[in-house]
Nanobody, 123 residues
Framework: QVQLVESGGGLVQAGGSLRLSCAAS????????MGWFRQAPGKEREFVAA????????DHADSVKGRFTMSRENAKNTVYLQMNSLKPEDTAVYFC????????????????WGQGTQVTVSS
């Protein structure tokens, strides 16, 4: 069982940066692939990034590639999403999620979710 708590969201101007964190409880965190998703008002939840249990491989959506970077520190039971060159269209609630086995771009394949953290990018 894994419980997830996101932090680090806030209000930032376009072109700025934020780093989101997701702290996990549970001794088996290092066995889980992790993902970041986001959901803007009136839109479906969309994939942002994912990382394997070891951190050796990542996958980023085309819309954030080159601007966002996902990483993890298993010793701290934490995953991160470094967001640079933020745009107003990045405004959303950001969720971290966990699943056993490999990464996935599909929200329905993740069994564990945090409560989300709001990111607002002003123009």
């Amino acid at each position: 069982q894994v419980q997830l708590v996101e932090s680090g969201g806030g209000l930032v101007q376009a072109g700025g940066s934020l780093r989101l964190s997701c702290a996990a409880s549970g001794r088996t965190f290092s066995r889980y692939a992790m993902g970041w998703f986001r959901q803007a008002p009136g839109k479906e939840r969309e994939f942002v990034a994912a990382i394997t249990w070891s951190g050796g491989s990542t996958d980023h959506a085309d819309s954030v590639k080159g601007r966002f970077t996902m990483s993890r520190e298993n010793a701290k039971n934490t995953v991160y999403l470094q967001m640079n060159s933020l745009k107003p269209e990045d405004t959303a609630v950001y969720f971290c999620a966990g699943r056993e086995y490999g990464t996935s771009r599909y929200a329905g394949e993740y069994g564990y979710w945090g409560q989300g953290t709001q990111v607002t990018v002003s123009s």
